[in-house]
T-cell receptor, first 114, second 111 residues
Framework: DTGVSQNPRHKITKRGQNVTFRCDPI?????LYWYRQTLGQGPEFLTY????????KSRLLSDRFSAERPKGSFSTLEIQRTEQGDSAMYLC????????????FGEGSRLTVL | GNSVTQMEGPVTLSEEAFLTINCTYT??????LFWYVQYPGEGLQLLLK?????DKGSNKGFEATYRKETTSFHLEKGSVQVSDSAVYFC??????????FGKGTMLLVSP
């Protein structure tokens, strides 16, 4: 399968714990995006990378959130000191920088904070 | 800022009925417009797009026309199938391909 891969698919954690999600984009795509989706809402943009450079961050990305893409390939999204309001689906997408605006999404990582 | 408003669902139709899902947008500049679809248990995937005014995007029998004068991009299909049951998201992209999505509209098609 050469699509966007996200792990883990589901994470249950207790409030205050740290969690990390991983995204493996389509190999030739140099742009990688993170979105968050809560129940009944559309995906909300969090941040994106072009190669290893993080080019934009949403105000939704508080200080507890950090994202990396160290070698311009896979990316990680870490949430520190999780809160119940962080419970959501975290979506990763990738694209070509010179592309048509089409993003290829993974199936998402669902976070449940108890 | 940018925003997308789409009709609330669920939209419930019988097979072979005509479908319209309304979408309007607010944006600075001249965004590209998209419809994404999410089938049960799957990731979001692009259904169709239009990059400038009066363009018509089409795919799998679905169509949408970029209407700048009404800031709309309504999704239509002449005859829906049970397999079209999914959640449909209208979205816009003004730069760098960072998409702004609507809340999504669930479509349920019964045999």
């Amino acid at each position: 399968d050469t699509g966007v891969s996200q792990n883990p698919r589901h994470k249950i954690t207790k409030r205050g714990q740290n969690v990390t999600f991983r995204c493996d984009p389509i190999s030739e795509h140099n742009r990688l995006y993170w979105y968050r989706q809560t129940l009944g809402q559309g995906p909300e943009f969090l941040t994106y990378f072009q190669n290893e450079a993080q080019l934009e961050k949403s105000r939704l990305l508080s200080d507890r959130f950090s994202a990396e893409r160290p070698k311009g390939s896979f990316s990680t999204l870490e949430i520190q000191r999780t809160e119940q309001g962080d419970s959501a689906m975290y979506l990763c997408a990738s694209s070509l920088a010179e592309g048509t605006g089409e993003l290829f999404f993974g199936e998402g990582s669902r976070l449940t904070v108890l | 800022g940018n925003s997308v408003t789409q009709m609330e669902g669920p939209v419930t139709l019988s097979e072979e009925a005509f479908l319209t899902i309304n979408c309007t947008y607010t944006a600075t500049g001249y965004p590209s417009l998209f419809w994404y679809v999410q089938y049960p248990g799957e990731g979001l995937q692009l259904l169709l797009k239009a990059t400038k005014a009066d363009d018509k995007g089409s795919n799998k029998g679905f169509e949408a026309t970029y209407r700048k004068e009404t800031t709309s991009f309504h999704l239509e299909k002449g005859s829906v199938q049970v397999s079209d049951s999914a959640v449909y998201f209208c979205a816009l992209s003004d730069r760098d391909s960072t998409l702004t999505f609507g809340k999504g509209t669930m479509l349920l098609v019964s045999p």
